[in-house]
């Protein structure tokens, strides 16, 4: 499998599953047709960490992991090579992410090594959670046209942070994919609340990043999951009202995710953002009707959630199921 292992360490990038350098496996990997792809996890991962490895957790080569669900390892000569990029995202929230922030120099290491090499192969990121602040952090060290695509899952970052890293000059030239759910609400709210903001007030990126690059899908929409069911990407309707990592375990999200980042030129976030809805529902909706009435056009203004209530959800979140249980590590 065309699949290179890297971690962000104090002492610089190194392969993961040997001992190296990552840049120097980067110059020497081969490169075969098709694009680059750069996963990035997010909260409660340690590279190594025998419980809470992301490499031996999303990052794995088997059946219903990132890489086969984005296309590596199915024999494809077309395949392109697939980058799992990891760091320590242990810690308080507000110590991962002041580390995430730092991260994107890193990131952009890999990707300016990787353009040097195959100047013609279109490199995308794809982060979930904390992930989506070092995916941002890597532009300003970037040139433009250097990144070509960029999928944010339930991305851990301010709005005005996203902003600022997309005005530069490669931020510009990124095509910004930003999947959003009202089912991430409570942990936006946590996120807001133990991080200090940018500016005052500011708000999470689940609330949408206003810029003509930037495409927010809101994946549990019905009326965009009816869009991507007639485009033959259909994804499963969301199971409950609080879930951070339902934007990658929902069946048929990360085949839209592999289809953006593969067939360019069939799908465009942007193509794809004008067929949506161009409203995204208000925080909070899916507390308070039905969710399989929810609408985006329809959703009333609500109020913030008690704390108690709050509390409780976020216990309910973190305790293990039958259906979650393994994927509770990676809540932030």
Sequence with gaps: MPLLRVNATPQGLQLHDRPGVAETALE????????????VHGYKYAPGDANHCPHEKIFRSDSGNWPQNLGFGRENPAEGLGIAFGWYARGSLWQAH??????GERLA???????????????????????????????????????????LLTGASFSSRARAMLRTPAGLTTEVLNVTSR????????????????????????????L??????????????????????????????????????RPGAMALYAR???????????????????????????F????????????????????????????RIMAPSSAQGKHNEHAY
């Excluded at 020497?28 to 996963?39: F, K, S």
């Excluded at 490199?123 to 999928?151: D, W």
């Excluded at 996120?191 to 500016?199: A, K, L, Q």
């Design 288 to 315: 308070k009707r039905p969710a399989s009435s929810w609408s985006a056009a329809a959703a009333p203004a609500v109020t913030l959630p008690a704390l108690p209530l709050a509390l409780r959800l976020k216990n």
């Design 109 to 151: 290491k890999v990707i300016a090594v990787l353009r040097r090499r195959a100047p013609e192969r279109p490199v995308h990121v794809i982060a979930h959670s904390l992930g989506s602040e070092i995916a941002l952090s890597a532009l300003p060290h970037l040139a433009p046209h250097q990144l070509n695509r960029m999928v």
């Design 212 to 249: 003509p690059n930037v495409t927010t899908v809101q994946l549990d929409c019905p009326e965009t999951l009816t869009v991507l069911q007639k485009l033959d990407l259909p994804v499963a309707p969301p199971e409950r009202r609080v879930c951070h990592w339902s934007t990658y375990l």
């Design 28 to 39: 020497t990997q081969p490169i075969t047709a098709g694009p680059v792809i750069i996963m």
């Design 183 to 210: 089912e991430n609400d409570l942990f936006d709210m946590a996120f807001e609340r133990m991080v200090t903001p940018p500016v005052p007030r500011d708000v999470a990126i689940g609330q949408g990043i206003d």
């Design 260 to 286: 953006l980042l593969r067939d360019s030129d069939a799908l465009s976030p942007r193509a794809l953002g004008r067929m949506l809805p161009n409203t995204n529902a208000p925080r909070w909706s899916r």
């Design 98 to 103: 002041a580390r995430a922030s730092k991260l």
